[in-house]
């Protein structure tokens, strides 16, 4: 049988029917159980081995809310959610790929399970501290859309991550964990997923036809009876391409532009080409029409390259 889910928005769709475990699959069933609508793993009496539930379908982009609760009394109390991931063979009860982890001191952080082995980002322990509520229901997403992933508790974002990676897959399993070594149960419930489209990347001769015709290397001649006046007040938005987009990273233009005016009150925003964008798209694609996106960052002194 294939994942039961029931529709609840257009966009969405339950993972876990509240009833019984259909969709989901275990080489070890018994630690994994259903109560009270939710779905249970792990035992008090002691957890020898890692035990993973995993959904029989694979997402790609997506979009994954779900709670859990986690109760222990002895050892490493800890759990997780896989995704992109996928059942070893050889041990059958263990998970590869990525791992949204919980308790130990790690709720809130990505994990790379059985593959690198180590923490890819660790949430700040402060923020953790404040966010999550011990031994009650605690609110989980997981945002993968294309390389990026970003993890969210509480409601509150805890990691941002880009994989750098190429060959590091973005399609698999969804998977539960009871972490071995302890004695503990984790559970789950209101397990929701939102499938997102494949992000949009424009073809190459799209991007390159916005270049325009190659110009000429020739300086341009300077301004003659201009001076350049900022506002006292105001922000500063500087839009073009690579020259703007090194500019952004060294911070040196912000520097000049305060030291020339030092009695401004001025603010700046870089606009430039991957300026906080992703995929290398280009602004007008995705956040409206120039003049729109200059009013919403409250522009009022344009610089373009």
Not at 101 to 111: F, N, R
Not at 150 to 161: A, D, H, I, K, M
Not at 165 to 186: D, F, P, V, Y
Request: charged letters at 25%; hydrophobic letters at 35%.
């Amino acid at each position: 049988m294939g994942l039961l889910v029931r529709p609840v928005r257009a966009d969405e769709m339950m993972l876990f029917n509240g009833r019984n475990l259909d969709g989901w699959e275990s080489p070890h069933p018994g630690v994994w159980r259903v109560e009270d609508g939710t779905i249970v793993g792990g035992s008090m009496e002691g957890n020898p081995q890692n035990e993973f539930l995993a959904t029989t379908r694979e997402f790609k982009h997506f979009r994954l809310r779900f709670e859990y609760r986690l109760v222990g009394i002895e050892g490493f109390i800890n759990g997780g959610v896989q995704f992109r991931s996928q059942r070893l063979v050889n041990p059958p009860n263990e998970m590869i790929g990525y791992q949204a982890d919980i308790g130990a001191g790690y709720s809130g952080s990505l994990y790379d399970e059985s593959r690198r082995r180590r923490m890819l980002v660790q949430a700040d322990s402060d923020l953790i501290d404040q966010l999550e509520k011990p031994g009650e229901w605690n609110q989980y997403e997981v945002w993968v859309e294309g390389p990026q992933v970003r993890l969210f508790l509480n409601e509150t974002l805890t990691v941002s991550y880009v994989e750098e990676e190429e060959r590091i897959e973005q399609t698999g399993k969804i998977a539960l964990q009871i972490h071995g070594n302890c004695k503990a149960e984790i559970a789950f419930r209101n397990l929701m997923l939102e499938v997102l489209p494949d992000p949009v990347v424009p073809p190459s001769s799209v991007i390159s036809s916005r270049f325009g015709e190659g110009q000429s290397r020739k300086p341009h001649p300077p301004f003659e009876g201009v001076t350049f006046e900022p506002l006292q007040e105001g922000r500063l938005v500087w839009v073009g391409q690579e020259n703007a987009v090194m500019e952004q990273e060294h911070g040196f233009f912000e520097a000049l532009m305060q030291t020339a005016f030092a009695s401004s009150r001025m603010t700046f925003r870089s606009m430039a080409w991957e300026g906080d964008t992703v995929y290398e798209q280009w602004r007008d694609l995705h956040f409206g029409p120039w003049p729109e996106q200059l009013r919403a960052a409250t522009c009022s002194t344009l610089l373009v390259q």
